[in-house]
């Protein structure tokens, strides 16, 4: 029993120190860390730090499962990793969320996936069927318990995943990033029942970015950095601390644009009664959308609402079942993908679908030779500066951490000078230093006259980034509204509709 | 290739029916070589999965059963030269050359042995996977004794067929929207094949491992499954094993006669 607070300890790290295979730096270094019952222990960190480690250790997937160096000792609920006999066995004890949610999802229907674990623990039917009905409509899935989990939207695939862990019911839940794709709604079920479950004395690890949605449920806060922990205390304490703060609004945000009308610039973008039907499922139902060069629109709403299949239409990777969208002047629903590549440029939620080459100069060049074989290697310099990746030119991109994965993205993307530039969930997975240089950079870029529209599920995002919000809910635009007061701007006004000016060269270097 | 949730006859079959239903076909594909009679089993399939309102799904596979009854062709055309010569790949009035590559009546009826042998078995074993939940497979096969590695392994499997695809379509999506083109020629083909294959093998690796963890986090090897519903069976499946035994009966007797 802990002298603290009377309650037993559920969990414990004591001076726990890893190495991956390969690696010479420690991923872990010294960690002492314990979770008792009914408490709710948040983790966070810049990326990189070694959090997802420290929950691979503490529900002991580094002992059981991978190699290297593991030093000190973990126990659950009293118990040494090292004495159970597998991770079954140890599954009994501690509920894993992982931040990979496709990868959690086995089955072909969302509750035969939830009841999966539910089936293996040799409880009475009718407890399984009440649990199942509570932790479905307490995480918001009853409404597609019928769908294939892969069929879902990112969001809604992670509800999945965290519903089929919460179900278990095990005494302590390992989540690590739980709700980094999730909306606001979303999260704040995650959050009520998490602290619903601690009341009931469930143990809480849980790594997370989200500090302003998931910190206030948390009974201490721990801050990891470099693989040690580098501060612990009250959330409310540490959120006074400036490296967590998620950075202040305004602090980098570039001058608004005006709206197209006044200046009588023609739309970037111009979509007008597009249906996108697949599957027998209406996932745009009728949308009409303008985007003036030069602006930063948010497109905002819930999980499955339709915001990533509306962009796909954007670069031809979808095409209208009904109505036209129109790009730059050309007709998306018809020009092929390849063509529609030199004007709108699509940056995609995870940097791993697009990442193959042997390095970071050769990714860049990819997308360049593509549309312009005979292209020199100064754009791809100026693209890497313009994302502070240049000193990183020869590294294996793969090797990169999640952030700089993400801006490399964005430097592919740009080398090819898109007047439009799409990003989908730009910051998900992303610190918030690593997510205010991600936006820092698509400042830079409207500055030089690209076109920004950017999905995200994150509305203070948009509140402090965009000059416009655009909400969808269930495949429909439900408000459009801009961020700033209306106003005229004569520099966006004087930009060319032509080529888009790439000037990045121009700054300095990293 | 993965369960469809839909209605249909074949859905409602007790999956130990549906498993018996995969192994006649088996059995009955492999005990002739007569096309007719290797014609008359992938038709009764068909039926079957027409009457289930199952066949549009079927048909699915033709484009792979077709390149694969095209390249039996032309293996047994190169290598079986037995029976009547019904003509030759390289013309007689060919200088030197000429008359080579016989395609005879046996190397025909063997391709087209095989391919129907081949649709048969693919046919009934897809009719099994779209209409059975892998949960219900995973306690079908524990209620058979199948040691659980292999139950998992098989779940892993069909559960990576839809995985890798859809990562290959997101793949392909990306590198598109980079102005992505495979390039022409068998050259061009192969070099444009790496921007989708690198990151596919890598993100299925990192995917692999959790799927593992997960599965064993679920606790697949306790032993101790409960079914979430009851998998009795019913008059639909005496229906279905009378009916399987009487196209059997039919098949074996016309065989033996």
Same mark, same amino acid.
Do not use: C, M, W
């Given at each position: 029993m802990s002298p603290e607070t009377g309650r037993e300890i559920a969990l414990s790290l004591r001076a726990v120190s890893y190495t991956y295979p390969?690696?010479? /730096?420690?991923?872990?270094?010294g960690i002492d860390l314990e979770v008792r019952r009914g408490e709710i222990v948040f983790v966070t960190g810049p990326t990189g730090a070694g959090k997802t480690t420290l929950c691979l250790a503490a529900s002991g997937i580094l002992h059981h499962e991978y190699g290297g160096a593991l030093e000190g000792a973990v126990a659950i609920l009293g118990k040494k990793?090292? +004495?159970?006999?597998n991770m079954g066995e140890i599954g009994r004890d501690i509920g894993v969320v992982f931040d990979d949610a496709d990868a959690q999802l086995i089955f072909s229907t969302v509750e035969e996936e939830v009841a999966s674990g539910l089936?293996?623990? @040799?409880?009475p039917r009718a407890e399984m069927q009440q649990r199942l009905r509570d932790v479905m409509e307490a995480i918001g899935i009853t409404d597609f /318990? +019928?769908?294939? &989990?892969?069929?879902?939207s990112g969001g809604q695939k992670q509800r999945v995943a965290i519903a089929a862990t919460l179900?278990?019911?095990?005494e302590i839940l390992v989540l690590d990033?739980?709700?980094?794709?999730?909306d606001a709604e979303a999260t704040g079920a995650v959050s009520t029942l998490l602290r619903r479950l601690a009341e009931k004395g469930t143990a809480v690890l849980i790594v997370e970015q989200k500090l302003n949605e998931?910190?206030?449920?948390?009974?201490r806060m721990v801050l990891i950095e470099g693989g040690t922990i580098a501060k612990v205390g009250s959330p409310a304490e540490m959120m006074q601390d400036s490296v967590l703060r998620? !950075?202040? &609004?305004?602090?980098i945000r570039p001058p608004a644009p005006a709206a197209a009308s006044p200046c009588g610039v023609p739309p970037i973008v111009s979509v007008r009664d597009l249906v996108h039907r697949y599957d027998g499922v209406t996932a745009i139902g009728g949308l009409d959308l303008e985007v003036a060069p030069g602006e930063i629109v948010a497109v905002v709403g819930e999980n499955g609402s339709g915001k990533t299949t509306l962009v796909k239409h954007f670069n031809g990777l979808l095409r209208p079942t009904r109505g036209s969208v129109i790009v730059d002047g050309l007709d998306a629903g018809s020009v092929p993908v390849a063509e529609l590549a030199r004007h709108v440029g699509l940056v995609f939620q995870?940097? +791993?679908t697009m990442l193959f080459a042997e390095t970071v100069e050769e990714e860049v060049a990819f997308g360049l030779k593509n549309i312009d &074989?005979?292209?020199?290697?100064e754009p791809i310099d100026a693209a890497l500066s313009e994302v502070g990746l240049l000193h990183r030119?020869?590294?294996?991109?793969?090797? %990169?951490s999640r952030g700089e994965r993400q801006r490399l993205a964005i430097a592919c993307v740009i080398a090819m000078r898109p007047r439009l530039i799409v990003l989908d969930?730009?910051?998900? @997975? %992303? +610190?918030a230093r690593e997510a205010a240089r991600v936006m820092e950079t698509l400042g830079h870029l409207r500055q030089d006259g690209h076109t920004i529209v950017m999905v995200t599920h994150d509305m203070l995002l948009g509140e402090e980034y965009a000059d416009r919000i655009v909400r969808m809910e269930q495949g429909r635009i439900v408000g459009d509204r801009r961020t700033y007061e209306e106003g005229l701007c004569p520099k966006l006004c004087?930009?060319? !509709?032509?080529? /888009?000016?790439?000037?990045?060269?121009t700054r300095s270097p990293n | 290739m993965q369960y469809i949730t839909r209605e249909s006859a074949f859905h409602r079959l007790h999956p130990f029916t549906k498993l018996i239903f995969v192994i006649v076909v088996v059995l009955l594909a492999v005990l002739t070589s007569d096309i007719v009679m290797l014609a008359v089993l992938v038709g009764a399939v068909v039926a079957a999965a027409v009457a289930g309102g199952l066949a549009r799904d079927l048909l699915r596979q033709v484009p792979l059963l077709a390149s694969l009854a095209v390249s039996l062709l032309a293996l047994t055309v190169l290598t079986i030269h037995n029976?009547?010569?019904?003509?030759?790949?390289?013309?007689?009035?060919?200088?030197?050359?000429?008359?080579?590559?016989p395609v005879t009546v046996g190397a025909i009826d063997l391709a087209a042995a095989m391919s129907l042998r081949f649709a048969a078995m693919l046919f009934a074993f897809q009719l099994f996977v779209i209409s059975t939940q892998p949960r219900d497979l995973v306690h079908l096969l524990d209620r058979l004794r199948m040691p659980i590695d292999y139950t998992l392994m098989l779940l892993i499997a069909l559960r990576f067929i839809p995985s890798l695809q859809l990562e290959g379509k997101r793949i392909h999506e990306a590198q598109l929207a980079r102005a992505y083109n495979p390039g022409r020629g068998i050259s061009g083909k192969v070099r444009g094949l790496f921007p989708i294959i690198i990151p596919l093998v890598s993100n299925s690796l990192g995917k692999a491992t959790v799927l593992g963890l997960t599965i064993d986090l679920r606790g697949?090897?306790?032993?101790l499954r409960t079914p979430m519903r009851d998998l009795a069976p019913g008059r639909v499946d005496v229906a279905g094993i009378c009916c399987m035994g009487v196209v059997a009966a039919g098949y074996l007797a016309v065989l033996l006669v």
């Open positions: 390969g690696s010479e /730096a420690p991923a872990l270094n990793v090292r +004495d159970y006999r089936e293996n623990l @040799g409880i /318990a +019928d769908r294939a &989990p892969h069929t879902l179900v278990l019911g095990t990033e739980p709700t980094a794709e999730l998931l910190a206030t449920i948390a009974d998620h !950075p202040a &609004p305004g602090n995870n940097p +791993d &074989p005979r292209s020199t290697g030119k020869a590294a294996y991109p793969r090797s %990169l969930e730009p910051t998900t @997975g %992303l +610190d004087s930009i060319s !509709p032509g080529r /888009a000016p790439f000037t990045a060269s | 029976g009547e010569i019904l003509g030759y790949l390289v013309p007689q009035s060919v200088p030197v050359i000429g008359g080579a590559f697949y090897r306790s032993g």
